[in-house]
């Protein structure tokens, strides 16, 4: 007797790694987006309304409601502090429609380990949110006795056809516009993960189910490649000509950070943001261990 292969049902298909995962999935897979607007590029059979931060009873019966029938396996791109609550609260309020739940795959952030020791209230309460949910999650579905697996990973870029990334691309901005950036001396290591590598394996947890191989837990991930910060920042100048005017200006790292602290005074986030240039934000386990391929190198190209 052949069992019924599991749907794939996608929170967050209209982000850059949703729609990443969508253009990897074999053509033979059975799923299904559920979110508040119809992704670009996908059809309308494909999607179904669901608003996760509706958590009132009638919220909770539509989203059941919109869930496909028989065996399932989540994956979510939203914010992990959105996940978590739907899902308990579904439980609560809708077990019956949990009952083809196989696996959860989720996604976070390494924030939760690189800024738990910030002074600033904002990055504090930000990796407090992260592990709070975190939590949740993992708890929620010990209950359903389904495991769930949880990504934190590092600096996502990359581009779809809809979708670009905020990070390589914000720099990229800054790259263009400024004639002169100043840098400490010592910029500390980055590991930033393609959105195709962390979309690739998202899907590669949540087929871990099939091949008996599926525990919870939380997993950090990077990409291949770890560079300096100052490296990564002529990876994107070498890609595109526009950037490539901007002189990056070495400080002695003692210097730069006292020049660097009157910001202190108008917005501690950005102080912190500025300090950890020096910091080394990498050492996760890289996407090509988990994918079982060849390393590949960070590599970007001008819109």
């Avoid at 590029?41 to 608003?51: E, F, K, V």
């Avoid at 308990?88 to 800024?115: D, F, N, Y």
């Amino acid at each position: 007797m052949v069992s019924e292969p599991p749907t794939l049902v996608l929170f967050g298909a209209g982000s850059l790694c949703g729609e990443a995962l969508i253009e990897q999935l074999p053509l033979d897979t059975p799923w299904l987006c559920l979110g508040r607007r119809q992704p670009p590029g996908t059809a309308g059979h494909q999607w179904r309304l669901c608003d996760l931060s509706d958590l009132s009873p009638e919220g909770l019966a539509a989203a059941a409601s919109a869930l496909p029938p028989g065996p399932q396996i989540w994956i979510a791109f939203v914010h992990i502090w959105l996940m978590a609550p739907f899902l308990e609260a579904l439980l609560a309020r809708q077990p019956q429609a949990l009952a083809g739940l196989r696996r959860v795959v989720a996604c976070s952030s390494s924030s939760v380990i690189t800024k738990r020791f910030e002074g600033n209230r904002f990055d504090r309460e930000l990796v407090q949110r992260l592990n709070n949910a975190q939590q949740q999650l993992l708890d929620t579905c010990a209950s359903l006795s389904v495991p769930a697996c949880i990504l934190a990973p590092t600096l996502i870029y990359g581009r779809t056809e809809h979708h670009a990334d905020r990070n390589v691309e914000a720099l990229r901005r800054l790259l263009r516009r400024l004639p002169l950036l100043p840098l400490p001396a010592h910029t500390g290591l980055r590991q930033p993960i393609a959105a195709a590598d962390l979309a690739a394996v998202a899907l590669e947890q949540g087929r871990a189910l099939l091949t008996g191989a599926a525990d919870s837990a939380v997993l950090p991930v990077g990409g291949d490649e770890t560079l300096s910060y100052h490296d990564m920042l002529e990876r994107i100048q070498a890609g595109d000509p526009r950037a490539a005017y901007c002189r990056m200006l070495a400080l002695p790292t003692p210097l730069f950070q006292w020049l660097a602290s009157v910001l202190l005074l108008v917005s501690p986030k950005t102080f912190a943001a500025v300090q950890r240039l020096s910091a080394d934000l990498a050492g996760f386990p890289r996407a090509a261990d988990l994918l079982r391929r060849a390393p590949r190198p960070f590599d970007v190209q001008a819109p």
